[in-house]
């Protein structure tokens, strides 16, 4: 079983302990994984994944795993990430909603306010 993050690749990294001595042992700092499962609106069925506690957060901000998948940045999903999200998308072009769940770009709205 890997311990890895199915949506946004967060694995295991490496590291020292350092000592009052200063001496140096190699440890590794392991992710705080948590098996979860998702409703996903567009694909009207349960998602059971491994999700990082960070990830989780993020999911929270953007409202729902199926907003996180549409709105978050492609390269940084996983493989499965990007499987999910391509599939989100498809059932919402096909149904007309994938405009209301798209969020506006913070760049251009704070340009057109300023001018």
Not at 37 to 48: D, M, N, R, V, Y
């Amino acid at each position: 079983m890997a311990r890895k993050c199915d949506l946004s690749n967060i694995t295991v990294m490496s590291g020292n302990n350092v000592s009052h001595s200063n001496r140096k042992t190699k440890r590794k700092f392991f992710p705080n994984l948590r098996e979860l499962s998702f409703l996903s609106e567009a694909l009207g069925t349960k998602i059971k994944i491994k999700v990082a506690a960070s990830t989780l957060r993020t999911i929270n901000k953007y409202g729902n795993i199926d907003n996180f998948l549409i709105n978050y940045r492609y390269n940084k999903l996983s493989d499965l990430g990007k499987k999910l999200r391509n599939k989100i998308k498809k059932s919402l072009s096909e149904t007309g909603q994938l405009e209301n769940v798209k969020l506006k770009s913070r760049k251009f709205s704070a340009v057109s306010s300023q001018s």
